[in-house]
């Protein structure tokens, strides 16, 4: 029987989409449920999953980069990020870190269920608009890439959450970071970027078409 990990820092988040899946796949699998980057990385371990539903927002650590330890611990797992980002934001990101398929929590059940069918059948989901955005970032990369490729995953999900609205303070206790190391993020941005204020960040940020 197939045995697939949901892992998102919100227990109502979790059931929900299990009992979501339990009526939508056939025959049902099994379940486990992970509320944390280090207890998803524990569990994968030291169990056999077919499928890992990943949550890119997580307290502490960013999903991408759990992504890409779990793909070290175990190279042939399928992982499906699930986001409440908008795929112009993390698709690219997600695939270029190893993930099977992107589906923002927002999207209808049956492209869920439509997702995780194909990924357990050893294939990758990609829908026409993530196949779009990756065969613009193939582009790029050959051509002069613009700088906010340069920001690394955590980087790049500060400033979305600074341009959404939220304050240092609350984006460090979104985070489970310090404020520190969350001012810390902001002067590398600012220094990849080659900008002097938050203004002018949001402006580029805005300008790019990042902030949908």
Known sequence: MKKILIVDDHTIVRQGITRLLRELLEPPPDFDEAS????????V???????????????????????RQLRQ??????????????????????FQAGAAGYVTKGCASDELQGAIEKVLRGGRYVNAFQAELLAEAVGEEQENAPLHKLLSDREYQFVSMMVSGMTMTEIARELSLSTK??????????????LRTNADIISYWITSNLSK
């Open 45 to 67: 371990s030291n169990h056999d999953y077919s499928l890992v539903l990943l949550d890119i927002s997580l307290p502490g650590r960013d999903g991408l980069d759990v992504l």
């Open 73 to 94: 611990i175990n190279p042939k797992i399928p992982v499906i990020i699930l986001s409440m980002h908008p795929d112009e934001q993390y698709a690219v990101r997600a």
């Open 36 to 43: 944390s980057g280090p207890q998803a990385i524990d569990m």
């Open 181 to 194: 190391t969350i001012s810390t993020y902001r002067t590398r941005v600012l220094e990849k970027l080659h």
